[in-house]
């Protein structure tokens, strides 16, 4: 117990110099100026090319997501995130420990070329990221949580982080397993994660593209606009475009969709108008007693 005190202590200190270290040396590799020059570009891009030329530029709901980039990629890792995951694989070391495992590594790909390695990493952690989102949609306890995410009414680049941040947890937990098989420890999987967060933006974002045949490939903000649509085809109950970064799992599964221009459907969930439209109360929402347990 004494030794998962202690990752603790050293994961909150560690985190919080962390951020002080981000905010005061600007570099190539500094994730906080990399997310403020990505966040600007995109918005700038809606400003300049709006597709849904009515929508404000300070969309309803822009400062609450604002604060959600705020709260889940930083301030959240702070509260306990960093120390609740060091805590999680170092317990899970102990666990194979018991067998005499020391890890468990199926192939290293160190040797691999680092565009290789870079994707490698990116398609099998979409292919997670797919299956995962799907389950938050078709599981009723998993959806009371992703219902934060949905009750975005107009979408912009910023709508990308407003989610629970239970969301991180699920996603990042089950992501560790298939990527720690493959022996991934690179310092590359900036590069990859830079490369999501841009992808996500342009999804949310009031743009109006969908990259031509490369739209089999990668998700698009024509596509993902229907996966925020409030009414659902019977043959999509669920709901359907999971994918994150690659729409290509979609097509490949038979969770595409996309009838049409979504340029001004009504997005959001069957309910919505009941959700809590502040901070705090979209947190306790999952877990309130009287919640319906039904994905709507």
Partial sequence: MEKYLKIIQESFSGY????????????????LYWLL????????????????????IFRKGFWLDSFYILFN???????????????????FNDFLGLFGIENIVAFKVQDFPVWAQLLIMFVIADFVQW????????????WEFHKVHHSVKEMGFAAQFRFHFMETIIYKTVQYIPLAMIGFGIQQFFIVHMFEVFVGHLNHANVGWNYGWLGYIFNNPRMHIWHHSKELPKDHSFGMNFGLSLSIWDYLFG???????????IIGFNGDEDFPEDFGNQMLFPFKKNRTNKVE
């Avoid at 969770?255 to 459907?265: E, L, Q």
């Fill in 255 to 265: 969770t595409a969709y996309i009838p049409k221009s979504g340029k001004n459907i």
């Fill in 73 to 91: 990629f930083f301030l959240f890792s702070l509260i306990g995130y960093n120390a609740l995951s060091n805590v999680g694989v170092e317990l």
């Fill in 131 to 142: 299956n995962v989102h799907r389950q938050l949609h078709k599981r009723a306890w998993l």
């Fill in 16 to 31: 919080f110099n962390y951020l002080i270290t981000e905010i005061t040396n600007p570099s190539w590799t500094n994730y």
């Fill in 37 to 56: 020059a990505v966040s600007i570009l995109v918005w700038s891009l809606e400003i300049i090319l709006p597709w849904r030329e009515k929508q404000k």
